[in-house]
């Protein structure tokens, strides 16, 4: 079991950016790890992954916006958001690819003027 806590949200207006972090309790290195979000009144889902060969991987509605990025000295996940829209507006999440742990308490982001 792996403890993660994601941290870096809040408010900001369209077309701003904020950078998420999540830090992991043990080593994760060798683990592909994901971003997740999860807006009202919809199911989580799937933002971006980072393996461990530092490959990427984007869901189209944020290719070319955001960057997910990792520090595997400091067992940390991070989520680059840029030209942030109303529609990002969600709690993000981090966890393994395939969602293997408890689910942290997520960092909420809302994109509005």
């Known amino acids: 079991q792996v403890q993660l806590v994601e941290s870096g949200g809040g408010l900001v207006q369209p077309g701003g950016s904020l950078r998420l972090s999540c830090a992991a309790s043990?080593?994760?290195?060798?683990?592909?790890m994901a971003w997740y979000r999860q807006a009202p009144g919809k199911e989580r889902e799937l933002v971006a992954i980072?393996?461990?060969?530092?490959?990427?991987y984007y869901v189209d509605s944020v290719k070319g916006r955001f960057t997910i990025s990792r520090d595997n000295a400091k067992n940390t996940v991070f989520l680059q958001m840029d030209s942030l829209k109303p529609e990002d507006t969600a709690v993000y999440y981090c966890n393994g690819q395939s969602a293997p742990w408890d689910w942290g308490q997520g960092t909420q982001v809302t994109v509005s003027s």
């Open positions: 043990r080593n994760i290195f060798s683990i592909a």
């Open positions: 980072i393996y461990s060969t530092s490959n990427t």
